[in-house]
Structure formats: structure tokens, C-alpha cells
């Protein structure tokens, strides 16, 4: 890497390297192609040609890969989808709509957020009562911090180099702890009603203000339809393992646990000081339900805010968190009310990224539109980098050997595949963290306006950097990973395929 702003991507984690093949693949092949070889062989070419056919459909869909999966996912996600649509297991309506008796205290979310339960934990030092978010499908605990920094539109190169340095430290960091292992950086370009900006006036305005000040005043209130403000959030989360025998410790239960988290989120402050966000605010349960609905309903956002800035009202109680109603999701985006998202997984160029050059992709080019992007990030245990780091080395090494030795010359891609890996191996032997990484962007309009010609804008905005691969078929998951702070977004093992 010449600059330290410019971020060189690994190899992929589903990375083949038995002819472009990961493990998986090539048995199913071998064993789909293995009884036309033998009956070849025993001279039964009749039965071989007949049974030759469907040994090259099965290799064909195990193989052959359509926007990012091989066929036979397709298929099987297709499948799925359709069972769920049609049993009706994937549309959704709250328990306050349909008129059922709820837990102020209970979140109600549809999909993938129902495993997710929001507990108040004991007060941290000079922050209070911080909202402990309990993943229980993995097993996870973590909290969610919204930031206030200056962004990267105007700073320097020198600038730059300092907030990737920081980013860097930051999960460096993380790597030398014990306790957090993933953290979650989400942006979202929201649209901008105006109302913070009317109550202030309302209470500041001078009523024998000059005529003229009054004007310019109220031409400001015409940009309020074309406003846009940015909110960031930093969600962290930690294994139970981890925390399970400091949490004990301290008393056990959901409080022990946040006991032995807070620890961590205090390392934090200092990383983010030097990324720009000086006051990190976490979270308590109403302030997180309170984005968790905002994400989902960014209308709601004037009305919420008008309460908290007039009646001191503080956020929402946890049942609230969630949409009133999400319909079975269409295959290429996601419904939820009176909105729609589409979302892509962003694939990063193997030129490199540099710092800042996300910012584009949530540019919003219509009023009312809303973009969102959240980077996922997990840092592997030093020995679990190292045993990886080895293999891919191994790997790059053997196919470069094999090739040499049948007389194939080397690829651009497998150099550049081997001279990474040698890299990486090295960077790890040296102490530095492996971190696996997804990017996720959407684009949210209302219902009734033509979502295509957002999602096409977004596409566009990406062309020539990055590539955006649209999540067909989990556009829902990806709402989630894109849009609400609370740390979904990166998956726990690697698919087979």
C-alpha cells in the first residue's frame, strides 16, 4: 500500500483455488461427472450419453455463478422465497395494528430484527444508562453510539491520511482487546423537514427584527422541501463467551454483561476523538427504538423531533421500535410503511479504496429521497488470522506450482493473488489485525414514487468505483444491514457454495 489512505482488498472469503473452484464445487463436480467416466470405461457409452446430460446440468448449476451465486443457490433461494411468500411467513404486521396486547418494554420487529431484545443496562460513568442490544440467535451483546463528526467532503489529503490512520488504530484496537470484536459504521443522508430549524426560530426570533432579516429568514424556509442532514451511528458488539467470565463477576445476567462491555466502549473514546467524533452519545433504549423507527419511517423523523425538542420527550418505548406493516418483500426491494428500499452489497475494485470515496453513493439527488451505507467490520483472533493467512498462502502457492509444471504461464490475477497473500501473511506475522468486511448501501423513496429510477441514480453514482451487486431475493436483509444501527450485516459462517 504507497498511501495509507488507500485501503488494497483481500482475497475473497469464498475465494476458489481448484481452477477457480472452492472445495465444495469441485467433489460435486467430481462425483457428477465420476459414473459418466466409469461407464465410459466400461464400454456402456449408451447409458454414459444418456446419463451425460444431467451430470453437466448438475456441474452447470454448482458452477456457473449469475450476479454473485451459483445457480443451484438460486434455485434453492427461489425456492424458499416462494414458500414464504406463499404461506404468507414473510409479510409482516405489528402486534398494536392487529389490536393484540404488547410489552411497552417487549420490541416487536419483523425478520431477522426479531432475535433482537433492547435492555437498559446500570448507568456507565458520564454517559447513564446505556441501551445493551442482545443478539440471541449468535449469541452476541453490543450497544450503539450516534456520532457527530465533520465528514471528509472538504478535508485535505493530509486530513484523510489522519482519519484512516485513526480508522486503523481503531481496529487495531479492537484486535488487543478481549472483549469487542465488531463494529458497525452507518451513514445515512436523510431528508431534512425543517422542524429543528422552526422551533429555534420560534423561540429566538426578535419581533422588531429588521424587515429585511425577517425576509432572508423566511426564503430560508423554502429550502426546508431540498434539505438534507447526515446522522452516523457506531454499533459494537462482543460474543457471550467472551464476556461470560468477566460478566459472572460482576454479578451475571444482562447487567453483568454490560458491566464487562462498558469497559470496552470506554477503550473507544479515544479512537474516535482522533477519527473527529469527539462525544460519542450511546444510546438508551428509547433513543435506539427511536432509530430503529426512524430507519424504517423517515417521516416520522419532524414528528419526533418536534417532541424531544418542545416536550422533552425522549425517544420511543421498545414495542414502537418497529414499522407498522411490512408486506411479503418483492424480489428486487423491500416495502415498509408507506416507503420503499432497494439495497446492494458494494464490491470494492481490486485497485483499491481510497478514504472518502464511499461519499458519492449517498449523495441524494432528489428531495424526499433517502441513501444509507454501513460498513460491518469483524477482527479475527490473531490465531485464527494466522491459520487463514498460512492457507491462503499455501493455496496461491500450489496453483501457481501446478500451472508452472504443465507448462500454463501465470495470470495477471493469480500474481497479484499470490504476491497478496505473501502481504497479508506477513502483516499478520507482524502483529496486524485481519478484519473481515461488508459494505452495504440502499436508496429509500416513498411507495408512490418510481423506485427503479432512484435504484438506477445509486447505480450510476457507483459506475466506473465500485460495483454494486443488487440483493435479489433478501432485499429485507439487506434493509437491516444498510439501514438500522444495530450491528446485522455480516454473516457468522461461510456459505457451502
Known amino acids: 500500500m504507497s498511501d495509507s489512505s488507500t485501503y488494497l482488498p483481500g482475497r475473497y472469503e469464498r475465494n476458489g483455488w481448484i481452477l477457480g473452484l ?52 438460486w434455485l434453492a433461494d427461489t425456492v424458499l422465497y416462494g414458500v414464504g411468500t406463499l404461506t404468507g411467513w414473510s409479510s409482516w404486521q405489528s402486534k ?19 432475535r433482537l431484545d433492547l435492555v437498559d443496562g446500570p448507568p456507565m460513568p458520564n454517559h447513564g444508562r446505556v441501551c445493551v442490544l442482545h443478539d440471541t440467535a449468535e449469541g452476541r451483546w453490543g450497544a450503539t453510539a450516534r456520532l457527530s463528526a465533520r465528514g471528509v467532503g472538504l478535508a485535505s489529503a493530509i486530513e484523510c491520511r489522519n482519519l484512516a490512520a485513526g480508522l486503523g488504530r481503531a481496529l487495531k484496537g479492537l484486535a488487543d482487546s478481549d472483549r469487542i470484536d465488531r463494529a458497525s459504521l452507518l451513514v445515512r443522508s436523510v431528508p431534512d423537514d425543517g422542524t429543528a430549524y422552526s422551533l429555534w426560530r420560534e423561540r429566538h426570533q426578535e419581533p422588531d427584527a429588521p424587515p429585511l432579516a425577517l425576509a432572508v429568514s423566511e426564503d430560508l424556509r423554502r429550502f426546508d422541501s431540498v434539505a438534507v442532514r447526515q446522522e452516523a451511528f457506531l454499533t459494537v458488539s462482543a ?56 430507519g424504517f419511517n423517515p417521516a416520522a423523523t419532524g414528528l ?30 423491500y416495502a415498509h410503511d408507506g416507503f420503499v428500499t432497494v439495497s446492494y452489497a458494494v464490491i470494492p475494485p481490486r485497485a483499491g479504496v481510497r478514504f472518502g470515496s464511499l461519499a458519492p453513493l449517498l449523495a441524494v439527488r432528489s428531495p424526499g429521497e433517502r441513501r444509507s451505507l454501513a460498513i460491518h467490520y469483524e477482527v479475527l483472533p490473531q490465531k485464527m488470522a494466522q491459520r487463514i493467512a498460512t492457507r491462503e498462502r499455501q493455496a496461491t502457492t500450489l496453483v501457481a506450482e501446478v500451472k ?46 418510481n423506485v427503479e ?43 457451502a457454495l
Open 22 to 73: 472452492t472445495m465444495p464445487q469441485a467433489l460435486i463436480s467430481v462425483f457428477a461427472v465420476f459414473p459418466v467416466i466409469l461407464l465410459f470405461g466400461a464400454d456402456q457409452a449408451g447409458t454414459a450419453l444418456l446419463l451425460l446430460p444431467l451430470s453437466a446440468m448438475l456441474v452447470a448449476l454448482v458452477v456457473i455463478p449469475i450476479r454473485g451465486r451459483p445457480a443451484a443457490r
Open 96 to 114: 398494536a395494528a392487529a389490536g393484540l396486547p404488547l410489552d411497552p418494554d417487549e420490541p416487536d420487529l419483523p425478520g431477522t430484527l426479531a
Open 239 to 294: 460474543p457471550d463467551g467472551v464476556l461470560r467470565r468477566a460478566a459472572n463477576a460482576a454479578g451475571g445476567g444482562a447487567f453483568g454483561r454490560a458491566h464487562t462491555l462498558y469497559r470496552g466502549l470506554g477503550a473507544l473514546t479515544g479512537p474516535l476523538q482522533q477519527m473527529g467524533c469527539d462525544n460519542p452519545e450511546w444510546l438508551t433504549s428509547a433513543s435506539l427504538a427511536e432509530a430503529i423507527r426512524t
Open 304 to 333: 419526533l423531533t418536534h417532541r424531544r425538542l418542545e416536550n422533552g420527550d425522549a425517544g420511543l418505548p421498545a414495542a414502537a421500535a418497529g414499522p407498522t406493516r411490512a408486506p411479503a418483500p418483492a424480489a428486487r426491494s
Open 404 to 449: 508452472a509444471s504443465k507448462g500454463f504461464g501465470a495470470a495477471a490475477k493469480d500474481t497479484q493473488d499470490r504476491g497478496s497473500s505473501y502481504r497479508q501473511e506477513d502483516a499478520v506475522a507482524a502483529g496486524e489485525a485481519m478484519v473481515r468486511y461488508a459494505v452495504v448501501v440502499s436508496v429509500t423513496v416513498p411507495a408512490d414514487w
Open 453 to 495: 429510477d432512484h435504484a438506477e441514480a445509486l447505480e450510476t453514482a457507483a459506475a466506473g468505483q465500485y460495483t454494486l451487486l443488487r440483493l435479489e431475493l433478501a432485499q429485507d436483509s439487506g434493509f437491516v444491514a444498510a439501514n438500522l444501527p444495530v450491528g446485522l450485516g455480516l454473516a457468522r459462517i461461510r456459505n
